[in-house]
């Protein structure tokens, strides 16, 4: 379990640099554009920011998911009942939780409900 715990806070401090790095980003764009007269209908590079910044917003909001799911394994491990499928109650083995730390269930229960 050391080295379960040694991967979730690697993977935690992943993802909260990549939040920080996107929300820099998000914020320099909205910057550079608010002094910038151009507009996406009539600059032809517009709507490349556009993408740009939709693109941003979805990889920052996926991070956030992502911490969030990560923060919470952290907890279970923390009170002690990380590693037991949400679905059937078995361990979920730890070949699994090497691969995705935040697993709440084991494969045959993840591949019924394949969000969790
Ligand atoms: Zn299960």
Redesign the pocket.
């Known amino acids: 379990m050391d080295s379960l715990a040694a991967l979730l806070e690697s993977r935690i401090m992943q993802r909260r640099a990549q939040i920080a790095a996107l929300t820099i980003g998000i914020d320099q764009m909205r910057t550079s554009r608010s002094l910038s007269t151009a507009d996406d209908e009539h600059d032809p590079e517009g709507s490349l920011v556009s993408l740009d910044q939709a693109r941003d917003a979805a990889l920052l909001r996926h991070a956030r998911s992502a911490l969030d799911e990560l923060s919470a394994a952290g907890q279970r491990l923390r009170d002690g009942c990380y590693g037991w ?6 361990s ?1 083995p730890i070949d699994r939780l090497a691969v995705k730390p935040k697993a709440r ?6 591949l019924v409900e394949p969000r969790v």
């Open positions: 499928c949400d679905g059937c109650g078995t979920i269930c084991c494969v045959p229960c993840a």
